[in-house]
């Protein structure tokens, strides 16, 4: 019997602050990537845009905003702020790797923009063979308003999407 080649996989994971995308990604490593695999799980945070306040004046000229709303310095430190959550929700996401699976190879991206988005425009683009999120699990308003990141994503990228639902605590009383 010829032995059998494993697959050389894509496996998306899509991270962000919330508890939810960790245990999307530690349940991923445990379920998901096989030992010995030629598994390569990318790690993708999608920055929030660069809000609207860089483009209201219409005119071309920032000076009537800069003095208006926001200056040049605070878009600087809005900026490095965005940066460095991306830094270190992408370094605990690395960590995580590193303590449940040494073996796999892990690729990292940073893409700005609205993360259902980016997600599914990585997702295409990389070719992915599954795609690993998790579920914020916001209540039925919430979700009217905001729209499900995963939902999205579920009805619009080409490979299968596995949304990893983090399991309610029951222990301390609280719902």
Not at 113 to 128: F, H, L, M, T
Request: proline content about 3%.
């Amino acid at each position: 019997m010829a032995d059998v080649v494993p697959k050389e996989r894509k496996i998306l994971v899509a991270v962000d602050e919330g508890e939810e995308s960790m245990y999307a990604l530690s349940w991923c490593l445990k379920n998901v990537i096989s030992q010995n695999s030629k598994d390569t799980l990318i790690l993708l945070y999608a920055k929030p845009p660069r809000a609207v306040y860089s483009a209201l004046d219409g005119t071309g000229s920032r000076s009537h905003l800069q003095g208006y709303l926001f200056s040049a310095d605070i878009l600087a430190t809005m900026e490095k702020y965005s940066n460095d959550v991306a830094a270190c929700v992408i370094e605990k996401a690395k960590r995580m790797c590193r303590e449940q699976a040494d073996e796999v190879k892990v690729e990292v991206r940073v893409e700005s923009g609205d993360p259902r988005d980016v997600i599914c425009q990585v997702a295409e683009k990389i070719n992915a063979d599954v795609l690993v999120m998790g579920s914020h699990g916001y209540g039925l308003i919430k979700r009217a308003f905001l729209g499900s990141v995963s939902n999205h994503c579920a009805q619009n990228v080409k490979c299968p999407v596995l949304i990893v639902k983090k399991p309610k605590c029951s222990s301390s009383g609280t719902k």
